[in-house]
């Protein structure tokens, strides 16, 4: 069954799985104990610290080990805010960052301080001049994906920690998804990852700390990982975690070339077959292994489950998931559809065969959903003599309002106006991202007696 999820859980590489299982029988032993098993384990959390520490960039004294992504997210921001709160409270973040972060800046507000998001573009990449422009004087930290989770698109770290340094700035870089392909340019203060992502185990992340970075661990102190991260290490996953990081960046510059070509293939092919589609992210700074697309008038959750009974495992940043309710936060600040969402992150070892079959697959399957679902047909009816119409859509889920406006835009006269009423979420993102691939004009949003009345004027 093809896996093409590898954006929320790379497949354990074998080097990972080699190296727990010796780790297992060598590395169960206190490493700070002085005996002779704690000097081996010792040596083994050496060994992986120096060998992450040099994929990453820094000196091993630098770096510690955390038990997730997630949580080296939270200590970094948390001990950089604090390490620098006589020059101020406030945060800098991109609109685009992973949940944690975000988390993390929600939490720094409830206790008083502040946060910006920086907007991006289209494409999901912050302009380097309007992130500059949000640094203030009170501006503790600033924070900057190396590339997005969601849609590939690869941020300008460099430009962006440029005018961090010249703001006096320090700036954390999250560089989950990206660390596996290759360094993360130079400029950055802090640097989190984690190993699931590029194929180590679950439950160990990264956190580096530049030397001369200002940096107040938070929460009880421990003894272990330089007061950073407390706990007892896991020193076989660790051991593992960086055994598998560089074994995959010595894979990663033909497998990158590999990768790309197919997700060329899929960015290519899936605009082809499948009518009203938007495929989004940047097409050329971008991660190789990953694509996400939109397709109009689907569920995302049946979508998912269809293309899971033909075997394929893809993932999705919709509204309509099972997980929210919500329009993922990443489509909406890009501005893009956000119905009918997959993500396929490819790991790597995908046989090209599995994305050729996929290919094949797929426009049947969204098809089918749109027929089930009841959506118009793609090709536009003639203008209709009605001078307005009103959709009720309340209380009825993605994709259906946008269906139904879709459904009656043929019955009004070229400009007249059709008014969508709806009270779900993902109808204030997804009507403006019809309009724009439809050719039609989107007016603009009022309140009503529940939800909201959208406003779509038909221009053809």
């Known amino acids: 069954m093809p896996y093409f999820d590898a954006a929320s859980a790379a497949p354990l590489h074998p080097v990972a799985r080699q190296a727990l299982l010796a780790a297992l029988d060598e590395g169960w032993a206190d490493p700070a104990r002085l005996y002779r098993e704690g000097r081996r384990a010792r040596l083994l959390l050496d060994a992986a610290r120096e060998a992450a520490a ?9 770096l510690v080990f955390t038990s997730s992504g997630t949580t080296a997210v939270h200590a970094g921001i948390a001990g950089a805010l604090s390490g620098r709160r006589r020059v101020g409270r406030h945060l800098a973040l991109s609109a685009v960052e992973h949940s944690s972060v975000l988390h993390s800046a929600a939490a720094h507000e409830a ?44 941020q300008p770290v460099a430009e962006v920690a440029a005018r961090c340094a010249d703001a006096g700035v320090p700036l954390l870089v999250d560089a989950a998804q990206s660390l596996g392909w ?21 439950g160990v992340g990264l956190l580096a700390v530049r030397k001369g970075t200002r940096f107040s661990p938070q929460g009880p102190a421990g003894e272990r990982e330089s007061g950073r991260a407390a706990g007892f290490e896991n020193l076989p996953a660790i051991v593992a975690a960086a055994a598998s990081l560089r074994a995959v960046r010595s894979e990663a510059a033909a497998e990158s070339v ?32 990953l694509v996400t697309f939109s397709c109009l008038y689907v569920d995302g959750e049946t979508l998912l489950h269809e293309l899971d009974r033909r075997e394929f495992s893809v993932s999705s940043g919709s ?15 890009m501005g893009v559809l956000s119905e009918g ?23 049947g399957v969204v098809a089918e959903v749109r027929e089930r679902l009841g959506a118009p047909a793609s090709a536009p009816r003639p203008p209709g003599p009605a ?13 259906i309002p946008v269906i139904e406006l879709a459904k009656v835009i043929g019955e009004v006269a070229v400009g007249a106006t059709v008014t969508v009423l709806a009270d779900d979420e993902a109808a204030r993102l997804d009507i403006p991202a019809w309009c724009e691939m439809r050719g039609q004009e989107y007016v603009g949003e009022e309140p009503a007696d529940r939800g909201s009345a959208y406003l779509v004027r038909r221009l053809s």
């Open 111 to 154: 206790a008083g301080g502040s946060f910006t998001e920086v907007p991006v573009d289209r494409t999901g990449a912050v302009d380097p001049a309007v992130y500059g422009g949000a640094l203030r004087a009170d501006t503790a930290l600033a924070c900057l994906q190396s590339a997005n989770h969601e849609v590939g698109t690869e």
């Open 54 to 62: 040099e994929a990453v960039g820094c000196r091993p004294d630098e």
């Open 182 to 202: 290759g360094p993360v340019p130079a400029g950055w203060s802090l640097l989190t990852a984690s190993a699931h992502k590029w194929g180590g185990p679950a």
């Open 258 to 289: 590999r990768l790309r070509a197919l997700v060329d293939r899929i960015r290519a092919v899936v605009a082809e077959r499948v009518p009203d589609v938007e495929v989004v992210g940047d097409p050329e700074r971008r991660l190789p292994h």
């Open 387 to 399: 001078a307005s119409l009103v959709v009720d859509a309340l209380g009825r889920r993605c994709p």
């Open 341 to 363: 969402n997959v993500r396929v992150s490819l790991p790597p070892g995908t046989a090209g065969a599995d994305v050729d079959r996929f290919l094949e697959v797929l426009p």
């Open 319 to 333: 509204s309509c998931t099972s997980s929210t309710l919500i329009p993922s936060h990443v489509l909406k600040a």
